[in-house]
Each structure stands twice: as structure tokens, then as C-alpha cells.
């Protein structure tokens, strides 16, 4: 053999050249590719980085699921795309029989990428959410969910798994529904990011209060209270608890509850400027058309002789009211 | 709302404008001038106004005299009738007379006014000559329920000279089935005994529905004129009653002689004596 320094420098590797080995008991010359250099050195991992573990994709069973490598619980996987990933299989042990199990563990919870070391664009990104041991083997089953990928698993290539930087991945944002209705138990609502800008209701959804306006106690005052709404072809009727504020009709008087007693409202009254310009106090008795002036007991509505159909609350028949007469009294 | 005015003895419906000091001469014209809600007065006048037919369509109005007894309208004996069937539109006729004018056909009355409002008028020297006649005739149609009220009117001196004396009636007429609601409240009715009234309503065969209240009904001697109709629903309260028969059931009513100072010239203002003073009740 001649001098190596003799031999032409290469400076432009191929996975294919070749390299003189031996066998490992330095017996028998051999020759190794380039190429499987780098992959027993990928799977191995005796080249390191931090966060990383290797894994070499197994799809046939053959003798059983080997160390160091990731796989399908079912085997098979080739040109799987990562996309539809969502169980791998990991061993415990890598290539070179190292436990790598507790760094697994560590992952759970975190975003990790499963990649080809000599095709990164062959990737997928995943939420790890669980790493369970398969029936006190060395493997455990990955449960993934996708948040990104692209290409396909493509079997006997080394993947690297390891954690995806957490600021890389941006939660995909989701808009909440929020509406102005609902039951609170202060007012102090916290919403990250959000300013509050309405009125937000308070009241008791499952009993809304009638009307418009619903009330701000936080309980609600339910279907008793009614704002903001008319009221038609109602009546008022002559039972009323004894509160401030109520009303009742009772023996054909309107009353309201003010100041803890009941007390009459006159109603059949008006204050009214006449034709010839003069003020009247005037009342309508229940029942009857003519206004009354409550001074002089007078009606306006006048008789063929031009006199007061009603005088001093006084009637008398027919169409000639009668005049007023004086009484002087006995001397 | 318009006011209009008209004067029996300086009114021209050709040169007067409706003014109160340049009037048209009649009420017809005015009437025909007028628009919904407007009022005609009629001024205070030397000679009667001429009282002859006319339609009233799509209006209410408000017809009143100046002061009482200042506008007579005068049928000079002729038929007349003032026609405004509405249900919905309102006549109101205040101080004012009606008289001498007839209502002669079969169902044929003086007003035929679906909602009619008398205050203060004096209705006298009318005559009928059939008992289905009356100063109210009822509306055309059976659906079309006619409304009128008096307030402190006075009747007097009412004929009937129909051959049928069982329906010589006075104040409500009209055709069958036809429905008429008056209400007469501090009214006065003097009726003749020798004038052929038979019953205050007229016609048995519409519902007449009759309320009075205050009112004071005066028969000169014959003991056998009929208030209450034959037909309807009718109440007589704190009226009195004099030489009549039949009264509504009601209230307060006296059958006495109400005593009015000199009844044979017209004068129905009660004498001191009188049972109807203080004996009204407010309305």
C-alpha cells in the first residue's frame, strides 16, 4: 500500500466514497461508506446536542422492536406523512443502550419536533400530552397532536426528537364568544387583554326580570318587576300589601300607601281657566257628566234661562234651573 | 276650526263672506260652506230663518245661537228635514228654536242625524202626520244605531194627526228595526191632550231606547200618554211625571204636578212651590 500522503486530497465527500475499517476484533481489513459512518454516528448520538435524541425509524418487526429506535404500535409507517401522526413508539434504550427514558419524560407537555437529520424539511411539530410505558417494556407510546408538519416518514432514517422552542409556536388564537348576558358574582371582570366597554347585565338569567331594564342586583329581581314596558287593558284592584309605594282601589277610592297609612287620591278634579278667562277648581263626581265648580257648587252647563244646571251641588228638574234664594233666617 | 256666521235679517249668501259682520243669509249655505269641526252661529235676528231641507256629508258641526231666543228657524209649515246619517260625525245644535214644520211621510222626521247633540234648543209647533214620524227619524240602516241627547231642552205644542193612534208618538220615529238611543236630560215636555200624542216615542217596531233624567213631562189633562217604549231598553230617573202613564222603571221620579209658573204661555220656569226644585239629581 502505498504512502496515504501520496493519494490525492479530496475535498469534495460523497457519501459513497469509501473508507478502509476493520472488523471489531482488528482482524479482517474492511471498507465502510461515508454514508454509514454518519448514520451510526446519528444513531448512536455520539454526536450530541442538547435537548436532542436520536431515533432510527423501524417499520418491519422482524425480531422485535430494537433499541434506539421510533416506530408505529403496529409497525409499517413508510411514507406515512407526519401530518397523520398521533401515537410513536419510542425505546427507552438508544442505540448505544443508553436509558434516555427520563429525558422522554421530561418532554411531556411541551411542544416537540420529530425530524430527519438529513432532511429537515421531512418534520412534524407536536403537543406532547402523554408518555406512557407499553406493558413494562422499554418503549413508550407518544401521544402527539399536530401543530405543524410536512413530508413523510420514510423507514431506517435517523430522527431527532427534541423540544420545539415554546415561542416558536404561537397558540392558534380562538374567539371566544362573549355576550353581555350572563350571571357574575362581582364586578370586578377580568379579561386579559379585553376592555369593557358596555354595560354588562347582571341579572339572573334563568329569571328575568319584564322589560327593558333589568336590574343590577347581582340576584336579579326576576319576573315581579317590570321596567320600561305599557301596560294595557290592566286594572289596578283593591288588594295591595301594606308597603310604600303601593296602590289599591278599595270601595271605589284610588289609595296609595305613603308614609305607612293609606291615603285617598282625589281624582274627578281639574283647575281649568274658563271661556272668560277666569280659574277654576272644578270636580267631576264619579258617575256623572257635568264639571262642577267646587267654590260655588255651580255646573258651566247652563239652563234655558241661562242659570246653572247645578247650583251649590243642587238640582232641580226640568230646563229651567231655579234661581238662587236667600234665606234671611228667623228673627 | 272655523266660525261662520249667519243673520236672518242682513245675511246674503251672495255678497256675505261668513263673517260675523258680513254673514250669509242661511243655514244651508253656511252648512255647505263649512268643513269638519267648524261652528255656525246664528246671530241674534228680527225675523225667523228660514227652516228647509238639507244634507250635512262627511262633517261634523257645531250650530249655535247667539243668545236664547235669538234664532228661530221657521219650517212655514212645510216638510222639513236635516239629514246627516254619519255615525261618526257629530251635529251639535245649541240655543236655538225649531218650529212650525212638519214631518208627513210615513217614517218622515224633522232630524235624521246619526249622532245628535240638542242643548238649550226649544222644539214647538211641529206637527206629524203619520205615527211613525217624529222629530228624530232613525237611521236607513238596521246596523246604524242613532245617538242623540238633550240637554235642557223644551217640547211644546207637538200634533199628530195619524190615523194609527196607537204609534202617534212625538220624539223618536223611523222605520223598523232601526235603532235609536235617546237620552233627554233636564228637558221639559208639555204635551196638549187634544194633539193626539199617544206615546212619547212613536214607532213600537224599532228598538227605541229611552233615558231621562230630570225631566220634567207635563200632559194637560188626559191621563193616557205613554213614556216608556214598547220596545228597547228605557230608565226614567228624578223626573216627574204629570197626567202620563207607563213610566220606566228608575229612581227619585215624582207623579205630581211640577207647578211651572205659567205653562198655557210658555213659561216652565217652576214656581217656588214646585215639587221638581232641589229634586234633580247631578248628571
Known sequence: MARIGTYNLDTSIDGSERLISSNPAGTTTENVTVDAIASWLNSHGVIGIAGQSNFRLQTIEGDGRENGTVSLPSFGGNNTAFSSLTTLRFSALNAANNDVSPYLLSLVTEVVILFQLDNISNFGIYSLSALEQVNDTLFYDATLTLERSNGNLVEDKVYGFAIYPSTAIQPTPTLQEVTDEGTTTDNSIEVGGLTVTGDIKNYNESSPDIGLKQDNDLRGYGNDYISNKTIAYSRISSAAFDEEGAIRIKDNVFQTYIGSEWQDVPTGFRFRQDSNGNYEFEHKPTGFDLWIEVSSGNSDILGLNRLPLVQQYAVSMGAYPVPLQLDGGTF | ?283
Open chain 2, 1 to 283: 276650526m272655523a266660525t261662520y256666521y249667519i243673520n236672518a235679517d242682513t245675511g246674503n249668501d251672495t255678497t256675505g263672506d261668513g263673517s260675523a259682520s258680513s254673514p250669509w243669509l242661511t243655514l244651508n249655505y253656511a252648512v255647505s260652506e263649512a268643513s269638519n269641526n267648524d261652528i255656525i252661529v246664528a246671530q241674534d235676528s228680527t225675523n225667523s230663518y228660514a227652516f228647509t231641507s238639507f244634507s250635512i256629508t262627511g262633517k261634523g258641526l257645531t250650530i249655535q245661537g247667539e243668545s236664547e231666543g235669538g234664532a228661530v228657524f221657521d219650517g212655514n209649515g212645510a216638510q222639513v228635514q236635516i239629514d246627516s246619517r254619519s255615525t261618526v260625525f257629530a251635529i251639535n245644535f245649541l240655543d236655538l228654536e225649531f218650529t212650525n214644520c212638519s214631518g208627513y211621510g210615513q217614517y218622515d222626521g224633522i232630524f235624521r242625524i246619526g249622532i245628535a247633540n240638542f242643548t238649550r234648543c226649544k222644539f214647538y209647533n211641529l206637527n206629524f202626520q203619520h205615527g211613525r214620524a217624529g222629530i228624530m227619524q232613525a237611521l236607513a240602516d238596521t246596523s246604524d244605531e242613532q245617538t242623540v241627547v238633550f240637554l235642557s231642552c223644551l217640547f211644546y205644542n207637538l200634533n199628530n194627526t195619524s190615523s194609527s193612534s196607537n204609534e202617534a208618538g212625538f220624539l223618536l220615529g223611523g222605520n223598523n228595526d232601526r235603532t235609536t238611543t235617546a237620552t233627554l236630560n233636564n228637558c221639559v215636555i208639555h204635551i196638549y191632550s187634544s194633539n193626539n200624542i199617544r206615546n212619547v216615542t212613536g214607532d213600537n217596531n224599532a228598538d227605541k231606547n229611552l233615558y231621562l233624567t230630570n225631566t220634567i213631562l207635563l200632559n194637560d189633562s188626559v191621563n193616557d200618554i205613554i213614556i216608556e217604549p214598547t220596545r228597547g231598553e228605557s230608565a226614567m230617573n228624578y223626573s216627574c211625571y204629570y197626567n202620563f202613564v207607563d213610566p220606566p222603571a228608575g229612581l227619585n221620579n215624582i207623579n205630581s204636578d211640577p207647578l211651572f209658573i205659567d205653562p198655557a204661555n210658555n213659561n216652565y220656569n217652576l214656581s217656588p212651590t214646585s215639587p221638581c226644585i232641589d229634586a234633580g239629581t247631578l248628571i
